[in-house]
């Protein structure tokens, strides 16, 4: 790691990301960078709070059997979800929640849970639906109820088909919704700079900002925007994702997927070596 206390000094980084938008970019900017801000998706509770009061007095009255935690935002959005409209109801679903065997994807519902007191029974290998799946393939589900915690609103079917064809009886709730945040022409902007070769890096974080940015370029544009750019995602879910569309991460933290160690890939492959070169 270089000790150059700007070691990002000269780097255009492009920043993707919405809810922690700042936190990034002091980050980068601390070290020199400078950050371009293009929040390509929010974050939203999801617009019907019954079904996840329903969901959520379900795990509070003993319903469930274990609980899958696919982010850390979705758990933090059930929570906020009873303050708003039943805080009665917080006491025992915590308790519940300390009872049921609880499954989680990645480090940042593990994070909630920490921050509950509480631990994950089972923490899947690797942060992705297929690392869920192989943590639970050699249990026995049969009639167990178990609960999901969606990624937004993705059925996530490849997950729910695996529950219920090894006689798991499913109850799903989805606590948050993705939307539009930066409006188009600031996308194109982006884009148009992307293409330009006037962006080093940019670092995606979620999934939905990849779908955004597809969304407004097609797929092809997309590939074409980001060959002039070094790619970097926050974990491996995000990877995929650039993967299923033709696109390659070439920058990812080895082991912690979080802000920080995203910042310090990116100084590591940036820092005081000027651009990279980008493969073809």
Same mark, same amino acid.
């Given at each position: 790691?270089?000790?150059?206390?700007?070691?990002?000094?000269?780097?255009?980084?492009?920043?993707?990301?919405?809810?922690?938008?700042?936190?990034?970019?002091?980050?980068?900017?601390?070290?020199?960078?400078?950050?371009?801000?293009?929040?390509?998706?929010?974050?939203?509770?999801?617009?019907?709070?019954?079904?996840?009061?329903?969901?959520?007095?379900?795990?509070?009255?003993?319903?469930?059997?274990?609980?899958?935690?696919?982010?850390?935002?979705?758990?933090?959005?059930?929570?906020?979800?009873?303050?708003?409209?039943?805080?009665?109801?917080?006491?025992?679903?915590?308790?519940?929640?300390?009872?049921? =065997?609880?499954?989680?994807?990645?480090?940042?519902?593990?994070?909630?849970? =920490?921050? %509950?007191?509480?631990?994950?029974?089972?923490?899947?290998?690797?942060?992705?639906?297929?690392?869920?799946?192989?943590?639970?393939?050699? $249990?026995? %589900?049969?009639?167990?109820?178990?609960?999901?915690?969606?990624?937004?609103?993705?059925?996530?079917?490849?997950?729910? &088909?695996?529950?219920? !064809?090894?006689?798991?009886?499913? !109850?799903?709730?989805?606590?948050?919704?993705?939307?539009?945040?930066? &409006?188009?022409?600031?996308?194109?902007?982006?884009?148009?700079?992307?293409?330009?070769?006037?962006?080093?890096?940019?670092?995606?974080?979620?999934?939905?900002?990849?779908?955004?940015?597809?969304?407004?370029?097609?797929?092809?544009?997309?590939?074409?925007? $980001?060959?002039?750019?070094?790619?970097?995602?926050?974990?491996?879910?995000?990877? &995929?994702?650039?993967?299923?569309?033709?696109? &390659?991460?070439?920058?990812?933290?080895?082991?912690?997927?979080?802000?920080?160690?995203?910042?310090?890939?990116?100084?590591?492959?940036?820092?005081?070596?000027?651009?990279?070169?980008? !493969?073809?």
């Amino acid at each position: 790691m270089t000790t150059d206390p700007e070691p990002l000094a000269g780097c255009t980084i492009a920043v993707p990301e919405s809810r922690e938008i700042e936190l990034f970019a002091a980050l980068l900017e601390r070290r020199g960078a400078r950050v371009i801000r293009c929040p390509l998706v929010a974050i939203h509770d999801a617009p019907d709070p019954a079904p996840v009061l329903d969901w959520s007095r379900q795990l509070a009255a003993g319903a469930l059997d274990d609980l899958i935690l696919l982010t850390g935002e979705g758990l933090n959005r059930i929570l906020s979800c009873i303050e708003q409209h039943d805080p009665s109801l917080r006491a025992q679903f915590i308790a519940e929640l300390g009872r049921v =065997r609880k499954i989680t994807r990645g480090p940042k519902p593990a994070k909630v849970l =920490r921050e %509950l007191g509480m631990k994950a029974d089972i923490a899947a290998e690797q942060p992705t639906t297929a690392g869920i799946i192989a943590g639970l393939q050699a $249990l026995d %589900l049969r009639r167990r109820r178990v609960g999901v915690q969606l990624y937004g609103t993705d059925p996530n079917r490849p997950l729910i &088909d695996f529950l219920e !064809s090894d006689g798991a009886v499913v !109850s799903t709730v989805a606590p948050y919704v993705y939307a539009d945040a930066a &409006d188009e022409q600031a996308v194109r902007t982006l884009i148009r700079q992307l293409r330009e070769g006037g962006v080093d890096a940019i670092a995606f974080t979620s999934s939905s900002q990849i779908e955004r940015l597809i969304g407004i370029a097609s797929e092809e544009g997309a590939r074409a925007a $980001l060959a002039n750019t070094l790619v970097a995602a926050v974990g491996p879910v995000v990877a &995929d994702t650039l993967r299923r569309h033709g696109m &390659d991460a070439r920058l990812m933290p080895a082991e912690s997927f979080f802000l920080k160690p995203l910042t310090s890939a990116l100084e590591e492959a940036l820092g005081g070596r000027g651009r990279p070169p980008v !493969s073809s």
